[in-house]
């Protein structure tokens, strides 16, 4: 028989042999992780213009306008009611307040529209009255104010729905305490934008586009007894969350090209070019729009109408 001490030192070296590639193998995996998920080199950031979207690229390179046309925008509102879970903000609102100022620049990046001022109007107001005070009757070089530029179209609409958790989901694998996971999440948020015309009320365009939000999560853990009496716990991950107030903005320059394309088709509105109709960039969202229409299902008074063409024998 071996002395007791003898016996304990070998009992010691075989642990220490078991532990040591498994820490080498979880040091190796520290590493790797941590060039991803350490956190950035600078802390201070010099503030950068708001990144393009593909439908900002879309919405200059429409075809130009006979004229632009003249239109107030008066707000858009929040009308989904959401506010963030907890324990982030009892009050603090899931989407954007500032959706009209949003949509404000995609007007005038479209060169169709020449937005005039209607949601700070009494500020406005103001400051051409305290011009007209300060302009004395002898002051004949004095230049006078113009008249404000009335509005042809009013741009109406509002920020309809925000559906969190539209579809979740993930996957993991773990071997004896030891693998990653990934998660998932899809939020949606819906924008619907109108135009008016001011002179009969009428809407002469209803356009209402969608926008995915996805949320992103990927762990890698490790949780396991190294020894008897020794347990190992690490734990490394990254997140990606789409800003909310980007979709927004996507949403809401997507409604405007298909309502431009829209009211050029149905002849709301020119082009300078009317051939320019038959473009791919307005094409491709003319047929984008006709193909979601073909979707929806048709009742059965509406398959006879498509089939015969005559409702009650007087409208063809």
Same mark, same amino acid.
């Given at each position: 028989?071996?002395?007791?001490?003898?016996?304990?030192?070998?009992?010691?070296? !075989?642990?220490r042999m078991r532990v040591r590639?498994?820490?080498?193998?979880?040091?190796?995996?520290?590493?790797?992780?941590? @060039? $991803?998920?350490?956190?950035?080199?600078?802390?201070?950031? /010099?503030?950068?213009?708001s990144p393009a979207t593909q439908?900002?690229?879309?919405?200059?390179?429409? /075809?130009?306008?006979?004229? /632009?046309?003249?239109?107030?925008?008066?707000?858009?509102?929040? %009308?989904?009611?959401?506010?963030?879970?907890?324990?982030?903000?009892?009050?603090? *609102?899931?989407?954007? %307040?500032?959706?009209? +100022?949003?949509?404000? #620049?995609?007007?005038?990046?479209?060169?169709?529209?020449?937005?005039?001022?209607?949601? &700070?109007?009494?500020?406005?107001?103001?400051?051409?009255?305290?011009?007209?005070?300060?302009?004395?009757?002898?002051?004949?070089?004095?230049?006078?104010?113009?008249?404000?530029?009335?509005?042809?179209?009013?741009?109406?609409?509002?920020?309809?729905?925000?559906? #969190?958790?539209?579809?979740?989901?993930?996957?993991?694998?773990?071997?004896?305490?030891?693998?990653?996971?990934?998660?998932?999440?899809?939020?949606?948020? $819906?924008?619907?934008? !109108?135009?008016?015309?001011?002179?009969?009320?009428?809407? =002469?365009? +209803? =356009?209402? *586009?969608?926008?995915?939000?996805?949320?992103?999560?990927?762990?890698?853990? =490790?949780?396991?007894?190294? +020894?008897?009496?020794?347990?190992?716990?690490?734990?490394?991950?990254? +997140?990606? &969350?789409?800003?909310?107030?980007? @979709?927004?903005?996507?949403?809401?320059? *997507?409604?405007?090209?298909?309502?431009?394309?829209?009211?050029? !088709?149905?002849? #709301?509105?020119?082009?300078?070019?009317?051939?320019?109709? &038959?473009?791919?960039?307005?094409? #491709?969202?003319?047929?984008?729009?006709?193909? %979601?229409? $073909?979707?929806?299902?048709?009742?059965?008074?509406?398959?006879?109408?498509?089939?015969?063409?005559?409702? &009650?024998? $007087?409208?063809?």
């Amino acid at each position: 028989m071996y002395p007791a001490r003898v016996w304990r030192g070998f009992l010691a070296g !075989r642990e220490r042999m078991r532990v040591r590639p498994f820490m080498l193998i979880i040091a190796a995996v520290i590493l790797t992780a941590g @060039c $991803t998920t350490s956190r950035p080199a600078a802390t201070i950031s /010099p503030a950068t213009l708001s990144p393009a979207t593909q439908s900002l690229r879309d919405l200059t390179h429409l /075809p130009p306008p006979a004229g /632009p046309i003249s239109v107030a925008v008066y707000g858009l509102r929040d %009308q989904t009611g959401q506010y963030k879970p907890s324990p982030d903000s009892s009050f603090s *609102t899931s989407v954007t %307040q500032g959706a009209a +100022s949003l949509l404000i #620049s995609a007007l005038r990046d479209s060169r169709w529209f020449k937005p005039v001022e209607r949601e &700070n109007l009494q500020d406005l107001l103001t400051e051409r009255k305290i011009i007209r005070a300060l302009e004395q009757p002898q002051d004949q070089a004095q230049v006078q104010l113009p008249a404000l530029r009335p509005a042809n179209m009013i741009i109406e609409g509002a920020i309809v729905a925000y559906e #969190s958790n539209v579809r979740t989901g993930g996957i993991g694998v773990r071997y004896l305490g030891v693998g990653p996971s990934e998660l998932y999440r899809q939020d949606q948020v $819906t924008v619907n934008l !109108r135009a008016v015309d001011i002179r009969t009320g009428d809407i =002469i365009q +209803s =356009i209402t *586009t969608t926008k995915t939000i996805f949320s992103i999560q990927v762990d890698f853990g =490790i949780f396991r007894f190294v +020894s008897l009496k020794h347990l190992l716990e690490v734990e490394t991950g990254v +997140s990606r &969350n789409e800003p909310v107030q980007q @979709c927004v903005r996507e949403a809401i320059e *997507t409604a405007l090209i298909h309502m431009i394309a829209q009211g050029a !088709r149905d002849g #709301s509105w020119n082009l300078k070019n009317p051939g320019d109709l &038959n473009k791919p960039l307005l094409q #491709s969202y003319l047929q984008s729009y006709d193909e %979601q229409m $073909t979707l929806l299902p048709l009742a059965d008074a509406d398959k006879d109408i498509v089939a015969t063409g005559e409702k &009650n024998g $007087t409208q063809r």
